[in-house]
């Protein structure tokens, strides 16, 4: 258990709305990502944060926008959703005690009707 | 630049059959690879990793090699269990900017 967890599970929106997702860990590592899952696609990087207010972005980062304000939490904000959007969105920690591994949270499904 | 390449699924075997799905990478430098599971309705979890040429990555009788000479890191099992069925990705890691790149799953399904 890698002491991640995301909220909410699952979501059903409309187009144009926003929508923030959270992303929470309870073990104060430094490094946090957002990832989207879409089948043929495997997992593709949206954001990641290498500390607090320190943001990057993806592979995959238009239409998105993160935010840090502290260890803990990680926010993936939808600021106008669109159907494209609709996907399986995964957070990931890098515990830095392993070389460079990833540990991943159980996931949100979004659905943007 | 950096990806991965993995087998097409889905991949349908009966049970105690051996298992092979293929990954191959592109990399500048020496990248760290990996093997995760994905049960349904789970997040992704670390299956086994290695981390220079020649390592063998193992954890609950799966095994890869990394094998910098072909570029692979093929995921193998003696034999497989119902237990098994899962969606099966591949991964690097160029130990750079601390982002991975994935393959886009394996999807094996084990019958009894």
């Known amino acids: 258990d890698a002491g991640i967890t995301q909220s909410p599970r699952h979501k059903v929106t409309e187009t144009g709305t926003p929508v923030t997702l959270r992303c929470h860990q309870t073990e104060n590592h430094r490094y946090m990502y957002w990832y989207r899952q879409d089948p043929g696609h495997g997992l593709r990087l949206i954001h990641y944060s290498y500390g607090v207010k320190d943001t990057d972005k993806g592979e995959v980062s238009d239409g998105y926008s993160v935010s840090r304000s502290k260890t803990e939490d990680f926010l993936l904000t939808l600021e106008s959703a669109t159907s494209s959007q609709t996907s399986v969105y995964f957070c990931?920690?890098?515990?830095?005690?392993?070389?460079?591994?990833?540990?991943f949270g159980p996931g949100t499904r979004l659905t943007v009707l | 630049g950096n990806s991965v390449t993995q087998m097409e699924g889905p991949v349908t075997l009966s049970e105690e059959a051996f298992l092979t799905i293929n990954c191959t990478y592109t990399a500048t430098g020496y990248p760290s690879l990996f093997w995760y599971v994905q049960y349904p309705g789970e997040g992704l979890q670390l299956l086994l990793k290695?981390?220079?040429?020649?390592d063998k990555g193992s954890n609950k009788g799966f095994e890869a090699t990394y094998r910098k000479e072909t570029t692979s890191f093929h995921l193998e099992k003696g034999s497989v269990q119902v237990s098994d069925s899962a969606v099966y990705f591949c991964a690097l890691s160029d130990k750079t900017g601390n982002q991975f790149y994935f393959g886009t799953g394996t999807s094996l399904t084990v019958i009894p």
């Open positions: 990931a920690i890098d515990r830095g005690l392993d070389t460079d591994t990833q540990y």
């Open positions: 290695a981390t220079k040429a020649d």
